[in-house]
């Protein structure tokens, strides 16, 4: 069995100040994410993160690895292996 990852969308606000500076440097690395990703064989996520993700330039971030987006809202998949799961709010 794959392990599975889930997103919690966002809602607050983004990081400010020291911690943003950090986050935004290309000399901090990636903090373990590359590692992390590459354990993940499937990721589950709502409709406003799929669609941060969507919006990102260039490739989809997620490449081959499924990904099932639930949502009740219509939606084309950009690209990878996008499933749309509808459901009613």
Known sequence: MEPLALTAGARGRPPAGPLAETLASPEAGD?????????????????????VGAGFEGDWPYG?????????RP???????????HGSA
Do not use: C, E, S
């Not at 998949?77 to 499933?83: C, F, M, S, T």
């Open 75 to 85: 939606l084309t998949p950009k690209g990878g292996a996008v499933r749309v799961h």
């Open 31 to 51: 903090f373990g994410y590359g590692a992390f990703m590459a354990g993940i064989g499937a990721l589950l996520m709502g409709r406003r993160t799929y669609d």
């Open 64 to 72: 081959d690895r499924p990904v099932l987006v639930a949502t009740h």
